[in-house]
């Protein structure tokens, strides 16, 4: 599986949209990037994925470049709750070989 | 949130004793997956379940085993728990095995073994 390099932390300001970056440069073309987030002591919840197309959900939006080498998570209007650790990863699959692997993640901190 | 419940949520144990975590599930998925996390490693696969009676292992798997029965419990055994099995443990569902399928966490067990 491609590998992913995340920045260890960020903060942002509540109310203000929260960018999170993701360089995966050896991504391959059946390799769709997800993002998941954890909170602390909580299971990992998930928030996004894509392949190449820009995507939106009710969480967040994720960004990938043209060249998928990187992508942006964006949390449009961050809040306190959203402070957590953001796991970007880069899966091929199929089948449930196709695990998730976690790296060290972003910390967010939003701050108020 | 998916229907994910995982029991005990802490267990402290000592070395040498067997240790059972249950996980139990209501979205009637066909998958099911146990995940440890430690401070350093982020979550590593354990082993994974794709049906009834049919699982196979991850990247972590020694000195664990586990069972499913029924579809709705995954069942993860330490037959003689060791120190360095102190972790979280998490496990997950998902419905389909395609390349856009979502794993959701259960809400994870603290095992403490002494």
């Known amino acids: 599986d491609a590998k992913t390099t995340q920045p260890p932390s960020m903060d942002c300001a509540e109310g203000r949209a929260a960018n999170l970056p993701c360089n995966h440069s050896t991504i391959s073309g059946n390799e769709y990037v997800y993002w998941y987030r954890q909170i602390h002591s909580q299971g990992p919840q998930y928030i996004i994925h894509g392949l190449k197309n820009n995507e939106t959900n009710e969480m967040a939006s994720l960004i990938i470049t043209e060249d998928r080498k990187s992508s942006t998570l964006i949390l449009p209007h961050a809040t306190l709750r959203d402070t957590a650790v953001y796991y970007c990863?880069?899966?091929?699959?199929?089948?449930?070989?196709?695990?998730?692997?976690f790296g060290k993640g972003i910390t967010l901190s939003v701050r108020p | 949130d998916a229907g994910i419940t995982q029991s005990p949520r802490h267990k402290v144990t000592e070395t040498g004793t067997p240790v059972t975590l249950r996980c139990h599930q209501t979205?009637?998925?066909?998958?099911m997956y146990w995940y440890r996390q430690d401070p350093g490693h982020g979550l590593r696969l354990i082993h994974y379940?794709?049906?009834?009676?049919?699982?196979d292992k991850g990247e972590v798997s020694d000195g664990y085993s586990v069972s499913r029965s029924k579809t709705e419990d995954f069942l993860l055994t330490l037959e003689s728990a060791t120190s360095s099995q102190t972790s979280v443990y998490f496990c997950?569902?998902?419905?389909?095995?395609?390349?856009?399928?979502?794993?959701?966490f259960g809400p994870g067990t603290r095992l403490t073994v002494l």
């Open positions: 379940s794709y049906g009834v009676k049919d699982t």
């Open positions: 990863i880069v899966r091929v699959g199929p089948g449930a070989n196709s695990k998730l692997t």
């Open positions: 997950a569902i998902s419905e389909s095995e395609g390349l856009t399928d979502t794993q959701y």
């Open positions: 979205e009637n998925h066909r998958y």
